[in-house]
């Protein structure tokens, strides 16, 4: 199985900063890779897919980037709406895998 | 606009069968660009994909699983629906129903990225 590393697996940050998350492969996974938002009890929420590919409806404070074995997700401008477990998905193979997350906490 | 909602038991004992049924409203099941699948997330822990099923029948499943793990679909109904066998208490899970992306990886189509998902339903393996 192909093995997501997040990290970190948490962060502290204040609304407005710009916040980095990674996520690694333990193989080549080409561009194909999602994210997802989480919030407390809630599903998750697909923000990107294709690496970079914005999902309709999701802010463009939003991004994405990265091929091969390494990807980021980047928020911009952090809002109180964001604080939430962000987790990396890859599609490369059939046996479908996510990363541990990383939770986005108030500073 | 489609939505997934999941349905069974709450609490099932050792040793038993975990059923789960996920019906669709708002669109096909039976769409050729898209498959369905079961995800599960124990209480604080990561998300972890169980399975995908495509309309026809064609199964993807976790191998971690796939000796206990059955999904299927019934295009009558708009529904598809999971039975985990011998479950433990490494079960306990909230079981989210979702639909992936149908991605063709020549010469394969998988399953993709996950949009959209249930609301998802806290089993509990319990005697």
């Known amino acids: 199985a192909i093995r997501m590393t997040q990290s970190p697996s948490s962060l502290s940050a204040s609304t407005g900063d710009r916040v980095t998350i990674t996520c690694r492969a333990s193989q080549g996974i080409s561009s194909y890779l999602a994210w997802y938002q989480q919030k407390p009890g809630k599903a998750p929420k697909l923000l990107i897919y294709?690496?970079?590919t914005l999902q309709s409806g999701v802010p463009s404070r939003f991004s994405g980037s990265g091929s091969g074995t390494d990807f980021t997700l980047t928020i911009s401008c952090l809002q109180s709406e964001d604080f939430a477990t962000y987790y990396c998905q890859q599609y490369y193979s059939y046996l479908l895998t996510f990363g541990g997350g990383t939770k986005v906490e108030i500073k | 606009q489609l939505q997934l909602q999941e349905s069974g038991p709450g609490l099932v004992k050792p040793s038993e069968t975990l059923s789960l049924t996920c019906t669709v409203s708002g669109g096909s099941i039976s769409s050729s660009s898209y498959y369905w699948g079961w995800i599960r997330q124990p209480p604080g822990k990561g998300l972890e994909w169980i399975g995908s099923?495509?309309?026809?029948?064609?199964?993807y499943y976790n191998p971690s699983l796939k000796s206990r793990v059955t999904i299927s679909v019934d295009t009558s109904k708009n529904q598809f629906s999971l039975k985990l066998s011998s479950v433990t208490a490494a079960d306990t899970a909230v079981y989210y129903c979702a639909r992936p992306k149908l991605f063709v990886v020549v010469p394969a189509a998988i399953p993709a990225w996950f949009d959209p998902w249930g609301q998802g339903t806290l089993v509990t393996v319990s005697s």
């Open positions: 294709a690496a970079s």
């Open positions: 099923i495509y309309y026809s029948g064609s199964t």
